[in-house]
T-cell receptor
Framework: DVKVTQSSRYLVKRTGEKVFLECVQDMDHENMFWYRQDPGLGLRLIYFSYDVKMKEKGDIPEGYSVSREKKERFSLILESASTNQTSMYLC?????????????FGSGTRLTVV | KNQVEQSPQSLIILEGKNCTLQ??????????LRWYKQDTGRGPVSLTI?????NTKSNGRYTATLDADTKQSSLHITASQLSDSASYICVVSSTGAGSYQLTFGKGTKLSVIP
């Protein structure tokens, strides 16, 4: 089974801190994604990556950046955390951009910014 | 604009009863449709994936249907168990012009009570 591992289940950070959320997948997938999930809004795409050192903005990239230095690892960076970034963050990976085969989510990181 | 609408927003049923969740979509061009189960505080887990040519797909007590003509899907849960309490998310995949896109529904929150 594909495993997508997010480094933290729960995280509490102060306003203005730089925050790193890490995601690692073990199935050699080319594609990786970061979403945030908020009540009543569903999942919204922040950034995605088709390959190492490649990134593309999703629907809500403002206030975030990403890094993909290795194929298996995709990091989400909050440059200066704000309270409106309190949310559930979900990482996902997939092996194909056409059939979406094997699109798998991590367990999520619940981030609280105080 | 691509959209996925799920109904009902929430549902409470007695243990052992059946239920059906609905998903209507306006996504073009259509690639496939997935149903995910998301336990509280966890990442979504895939239940089924259906392409244009598939009408029905089962995964244990879960049966998904797809009517590509009317752009509707349903998820039927048979003999519900307490562990079925979760949010169920419908996700439709679209491909076109070399791009990759998933459209998420906001989910149906199912509560199974004894």
């Amino acid at each position: 089974d594909v495993k997508v591992t997010q480094s933290s289940r729960y995280l509490v950070k102060r306003t203005g801190e730089k925050v790193f959320l890490e995601c690692v997948q073990d199935m050699d997938h080319e594609n990786m994604f970061w979403y945030r999930q908020d009540p009543g809004l569903g999942l919204r795409l922040i950034y995605f990556s088709y390959d190492v050192k490649m990134k593309e903005k999703g629907d809500i990239p403002e206030g975030y950046s990403v890094s993909r230095e290795k194929k298996e690892r995709f990091s989400l960076i909050l440059e200066s955390a704000s309270t409106n970034q309190t949310s559930m963050y979900l990482c996902a990976s997939s092996s194909s951009t056409v059939s979406n085969y094997g699109y798998t989510f991590g367990s999520g990181t619940r981030l609280t910014v105080v | 604009k691509n959209q996925v609408e799920q109904s009902p927003q929430s549902l409470i049923i007695l243990e052992g009863k059946n239920c059906t969740l609905q998903c209507n979509y306006t996504v073009s061009p259509f690639s496939n449709l997935r149903w995910y189960k998301q336990d509280t505080g966890r990442g979504p887990v895939s239940l089924t994936i259906m392409t244009f040519s598939e009408n029905t797909k089962s995964n244990g007590r879960y049966t998904a249907t797809l009517d590509a003509d009317t752009k509707q899907s349903s998820l039927h849960i048979t003999a519900s168990q307490l562990s079925d309490s979760a949010s169920y998310i419908c996700v439709v995949s679209s491909t076109g012009a070399g791009s990759y896109q998933l459209t998420f529904g906001k989910g149906t929150k199912l509560s199974v009570i004894p």
